[in-house]
């Protein structure tokens, strides 16, 4: 791809009317899990990925570091095809993919061992190894635990560790397929945590795959997938304003959303796009003291 092609290609991450097929078995249908998804992704941008289970979520968040290619059309990682195999490294380090269960992520006995195994693939000298993990478990709040071995650590633990080593090859995205949905409520908030500093100190682009609403809010966009393909996207507040059509896709909305919907239904004047519970609140408030 030569600098003038690369200039065309706008949005971090882009893909062009993509579909891809999972193989079934020699001479079975292939089955068709994404289909004309057109979407693209700002540097610096925080978006939600939202899906009922079977929607196409977390295959098409394996598209946006090479993981899996399109069957057909393209995806486009800084103006990087991913279809050039030559290219796989290279986009792989500039997005980095955190999984569902960090156990199959920990691959070192000792927790900086771990978070340095990706630096060492790449070549990167020891002194320079040594500056990004310390950079990387600092980052995430786990420096103290660098000599304990993953095992013994706690679930949320154990994804900020996974975390940090994504972090040590020095990403400019970070793709997260539910990196919470194993996780207890302590744990949940660690991550999202660690997850929003990322986006807002280091202006790292991310990507989360999540199924808790809440989290989703936190976005600065939402994407909704439905049957491979995308339903809705927009902020937060112009998605789950359309409680209905959500709902009517097996997909939640943020609690607050749905009690003021109710209220709505029942005759109150309330605004449609109410996402946090002290907006639902001061409204609540603001009535009774009314009546």
């Known amino acids: 791809m030569n600098f003038g092609e690369n200039q065309q290609i706008m949005g971090f991450i882009k893909t062009e009317n993509v579909s891809f097929s999972y193989d079934t078995g020699e001479g079975a249908e292939q089955n068709l899990v994404l289909s004309g998804i057109t979407m693209q992704i700002e540097k610096g941008e925080f978006v939600a990925l939202l899906g009922h289970n079977g929607s196409g979520k977390s295959t098409l968040a394996k598209h946006f570091n090479a993981m899996l290619l399109p069957s057909g059309g ?14 796989k490294y290279q986009i792989r380090r500039k997005a980095g993919l955190v999984l569902q269960n960090p156990d199959n992520q920990l691959v070192a006995s000792i927790v900086e061992e771990d978070v ?8 990167i000298p020891s002194e320079e190894i040594r500056r990004r993990v310390d950079e990387a478990l600092k980052t995430v ?9 993953p095992h013994k650590l706690s679930g949320g633990q154990k994804q900020r560790v996974a975390i940090a080593g994504i972090l040590a090859m020095e990403p400019d995205c970070i793709v997260l397929d539910e990196p919470t949905a194993m996780l207890d409520p302590q744990g949940r908030s660690e991550v999202l945590d660690t997850i929003r ?3 807002r100190e280091k202006g790292i682009t991310i990507v989360l795959i999540t199924h808790y609403m809440d989290e989703a809010v936190l976005a600065d966009r939402v994407v909704v997938m439905d049957d491979g393909k995308i339903l809705k996207e927009g902020t937060p507040k112009e998605v ?17 959303t749905e009690l003021i919907w109710r209220l709505r239904k029942a005759g109150f004047e309330f605004p449609a796009d109410v996402l ?4 639902c609140v001061d409204l609540l408030e603001a009535t009774l003291e009314g009546r």
């Open 240 to 256: 789950f304003s359309e409680v209905e059509l959500l709902k009517e896709h097996s997909l939640d909305v943020p609690q607050a």
């Open 74 to 87: 393209k995806v486009y990682v800084d103006g990087l095809d991913t279809l050039d195999e030559s290219l």
């Open 276 to 279: 946090f519970e002290d907006e």
């Open 141 to 149: 709040g786990m420096y103290e635990h660098r000599t304990h071995a």
């Open 197 to 199: 500093r990322l986006n």
């Open 116 to 123: 340095a195994f990706g630096p060492e693939n790449l070549g």
